[in-house]
């Protein structure tokens, strides 16, 4: 059985949205997915068969609403300017939080009962579980779907992500609970004590508690190389852009792409060997030193990343090594930086 882990972290869960497209394409099947916060709001909607439509959800839900801020809030926030209007309408906001005694949970509400059905969650043959923490006596919860009752798993799915910042509510059995970050930001575990023999970890670099697993189990890590911006980031443009680079990060990891922060077809050592072949070894020794490259072909990787960041070039793309080397030569040969003097000597031809 394969399953799917997908940690918590507010708003940068528009990455999971991304990355699971790319299983899709893969045609990877998920036998089972568990999540922590958003990652088991995430779950929930892979769960019930809904996962191609996360993206959209993701870029059609409007942040702002669902957390309780007003309009004027939202737009200040997103215009990046700290002025009058933003310092006003922050002091505003954050005097209504404490006097509602934190942020209502009626925009989660609405979105669970607006984007996840509970009879296609129980029908479906994927299992989904999630992990939320009982307030009275600090008690972790791993819980399946089997193991809550049909009238409680979205209440199980609030609990698994309430933070400080709400209003305290009682929603499960007159308990309270707490996100269950506090105890397993990324919940690998309890699917490998149920007998997956292999789990994909969709890491968003959350705050919480990150649980040891076993060092030999089958655990494949799918995680971002850039900032995901932060937890409550209510920016539309910074969740498309989380969604985007989640794609592309779990196509990198799924199909055994080359690169780092960008993605290239696969070469072995042997050609990035090749195309070095004309490069002094000075030259080559300087460039691994300052980019601290584990070998030829990493080394190659990173100073043409090195480029391609300090010249905007899209990150959105499957490049092609070769013709990226000779995009950079053809349009920064007048660029003097000893990186580039190195690509440039990099040899494309017979």
């Not at 700290?82 to 906001?93: D, F, V």
């Not at 779990?250 to 960008?262: I, M, Q, R, S, T």
């Not at 490259?293 to 092609?320: L, P």
Request: glycine content about 8%.
């Amino acid at each position: 059985m394969i399953g799917l882990a997908l940690e918590g972290g507010g708003v940068r869960g528009s990455y999971q949205a991304g990355a699971y497209i790319a299983f899709l394409e893969c045609g990877i099947k998920i036998d089972g997915v568990c999540g922590t916060s958003i990652g088991a709001l995430n779950a929930s909607v892979i769960a019930s068969g809904k996962g191609s439509e996360l993206p959209q959800i993701w870029r059609n839900s409007n942040m702002g609403s669902i957390f309780g801020f007003g309009k004027e809030y939202v737009e200040a926030v997103n215009s990046k300017k700290i002025n009058i209007k933003y310092l006003k309408t922050s002091l505003l906001s954050f005097i209504n939080i404490i006097a509602n005694k934190g942020i209502e949970l009626k925009g989660v509400k609405e979105l669970i009962d607006q984007e996840l059905n509970i009879d296609d969650l129980l029908k479906s043959k994927i299992d989904f579980g999630l992990v939320t923490v009982r307030l009275k006596d600090l008690k972790p919860l791993y819980l399946f779907k089997s193991d809550m009752k049909k009238d409680k798993i979205k209440d199980y799915i609030i609990a698994s992500s309430f933070l400080p910042i709400f209003k305290m509510e009682k929603l499960i059995d007159d308990n309270y609970y707490l996100d269950g970050g506090f105890y397993d930001v990324g919940p690998v575990n309890m699917l490998l004590q149920k007998g997956y023999e292999k789990v994909y970890l969709i890491k968003i670099h959350g705050i919480g508690f990150h649980r040891k697993y076993d060092e030999d189990a089958d655990v494949v890590v799918i995680e971002p190389k850039r900032s995901l911006g932060g937890v409550l980031d209510l920016d539309p443009k910074r969740i498309d852009e989380n969604i985007k680079m989640g794609y592309y990060d779990a196509l990198k990891v799924l199909k055994k792409l080359d690169g780092e922060h960008y993605v290239f077809k696969t070469k072995n050592k042997k050609y990035y060997k090749w195309l070095n072949r004309k490069v002094p070894k000075y030259e080559y020794k300087r460039i691994k030193y300052f980019l601290n490259g584990k070998n030829v072909k990493d080394t190659t990787i990173k100073a043409i990343e090195y480029i391609m960041t300090k010249e905007k070039i899209n990150y959105y793309e499957i490049y092609d090594i070769k013709k990226i080397i000779k995009k950079i030569k053809k349009e920064y040969k007048g660029k003097n930086h000893f990186v580039y003097h190195y690509v440039r000597k990099l040899r494309t031809y017979l």
